[in-house]
Nanobody
């Protein structure tokens, strides 16, 4: 089992950057496929990015070229670097960890992109 805690959200102007962090506790972090989801007000939760156990990321089209997902297995940490932020990126962002049919979620961190 793994517990996840996100941090790094906040208010940023359009065009700005934020780096979200996901701290994991528990065993076997390196064995989990990690993901970032987001949910904007009144909208369904959507998958933003995933990263394999080997560190290969994949992104939804709307964030490609702007977001970078990375992981540090030695530190039990994952990061989402978000650049060129747009108002439509405003949402609560959730870190997830998936392995062998089990899926774990963090509590979420709010990202607001506004002037």
């Amino acid at each position: 089992q793994v517990q996840l805690v996100e941090s790094g959200g906040g208010l940023v102007q359009p065009g700005g950057s934020l780096r979200l962090s996901c701290a994991a506790s528990g065993s076997g972090f390196r064995l989990y496929i990690l993901g970032w989801y987001r949910q904007a007000p009144g909208k369904q939760r959507e998958l933003v990015a995933t990263i394999t156990t080997g560190g290969t990321p994949n992104y939804t089209d709307s964030v490609k070229g702007r977001f970078t997902f990375s992981r540090d297995n030695a530190k039990n940490m994952a990061y989402l670097q978000m650049n060129s932020l747009k108002p439509e990126d405003t949402a609560v962002y959730y870190c997830t960890a998936r392995r062998a049919g089990s899926n774990y979620w963090g509590q979420g961190t709010q990202v607001t992109v506004s002037v």
